[in-house]
């Protein structure tokens, strides 16, 4: 009698939401919501993933937390772990690593990946900021790596790459630097797309740490990760070339790779790109451009040596006031178009 009189009940819900359906909300979600409200736990999680996303409701975060949270309390798992991003992400609710960790650990327990890799992120990123101290440092860091492991070992590409970076950089105790392990790692990642492991591969073969330096499988990985807009392998790229680094060099390449990663607002990059054309062209115009961009954005900010700084007031030496006046003017443009118009 109990089960009859629950369902005439949402059989009625249902018959006043078709009849008063608003604009924000379409047939199919207020059917969602109805079995919510008697607690289907797929359909929670659903609906605060609507919610989340603007999918046939407006978009609120504050509902999403909500019905995520009703979910999580009943133990789904895609729930817990959307609730721990946003805490992680301060969507809907304030900002709380320890929060974000709690139902993270929830998710990740159950073995579900993303929770798993997001856990792995906050210990060694987040948490670890509320600590003092070498041996809470390796503790997290240690932690961290024991979420990566659960998630890559699941084929997460994400925790394959950042395993990869924290054998390259070590993290003491026992895990100190292993180039070798870095390697294994980063080369799961980059066969399947993730440019950071991509970037980090051709920086392995080109100071040969790990694995015979070879510059041609180098230029290779960088390549992938370059074209895939990874600043770091796209500075590789023109510092190999402007320095022929194991290869000729080559002036068009080396500006070509500096300005990809000057125009993303890389302040290096923006240094290196004005002196590339500096040295490889003598446009004395277009060297101060970006060699003044570099110094805006505070490139050598916590350099003790400004050499950047330097460079761009020697270069002033030799310009006629008109040049400089047409350089400043290009600087500031480019500058407040967000490096469109440059």
Not at 19 to 44: I, M, N, P, R, Y
Not at 128 to 141: N, P
Not at 210 to 237: E, F, M, S
């Amino acid at each position: 009698m109990k089960t009859l009189r629950s369902i005439v009940a949402v059989f009625a819900m249902i018959t006043t939401i078709a009849v008063f359906a608003s604009d924000d909300d379409d047939l199919a979600t207020l059917h969602k919501k109805a079995a919510a409200e008697v607690g289907d736990v797929v359909a929670l999680n659903k609906l605060g993933w609507m919610y989340y996303n603007g999918e046939g409701v407006a978009q609120d975060s504050k509902q999403a937390v909500k019905w995520y949270l009703k979910a999580a309390k009943q133990g789904n798992v895609k729930a817990q772990a959307n609730l721990g991003w946003l805490y992680y992400k301060g969507e809907g609710v304030p900002r709380d690593y320890e929060k974000a960790a709690k139902w993270y650990r929830k998710a990740a327990a159950k073995g579900n990946p993303p929770a798993q890799y997001n856990l792995g992120e906050l210990y060694s990123q987040y948490l670890i900021a509320a600590y003092e101290g070498k041996l809470a440092y390796r503790l997290y860091r240690r932690t961290a790596l024991k979420w990566y492991l659960k998630a890559a070992k699941q084929g997460h590409i994400k925790a394959q790459s950042q395993i990869g970076s924290m054998y390259y950089q070590g993290i003491g105790g026992k895990y100190q630097k292993d180039y070798k392990e870095a390697f294994k790692w980063f080369q799961k990642a980059a066969v399947q797309g993730d440019a950071h492991a991509q970037s980090m591969l051709g920086k392995l073969y080109r100071f040969g740490k790990g694995i015979p330096q070879d510059h041609g499988r180098a230029l290779q990985w960088y390549r992938k990760a370059a074209v895939q807009g990874d600043i770091a392998a796209q500075i590789d790229l023109g510092w190999m070339y402007f320095k022929g680094d194991g290869i000729p060099t080559d002036d068009s390449q080396a500006v070509k790779w500096f300005h990809k990663a000057a125009v993303q607002g890389d302040a290096y990059a923006q240094s290196m790109l004005g002196h590339a054309i500096y040295y490889g062209y003598r446009n004395i115009v277009e060297s101060y451009l970006w060699l003044n961009l570099a110094v805006v954005n505070e490139h050598e900010r916590f350099l003790k040596e400004k050499k950047t700084l330097k460079f761009r007031d020697n270069l002033v030496k030799k310009m006629t006031s008109a040049q400089l006046a047409e350089a400043q003017k290009r600087s500031r443009r480019c500058f407040e178009t967000n490096y469109q118009y440059c």
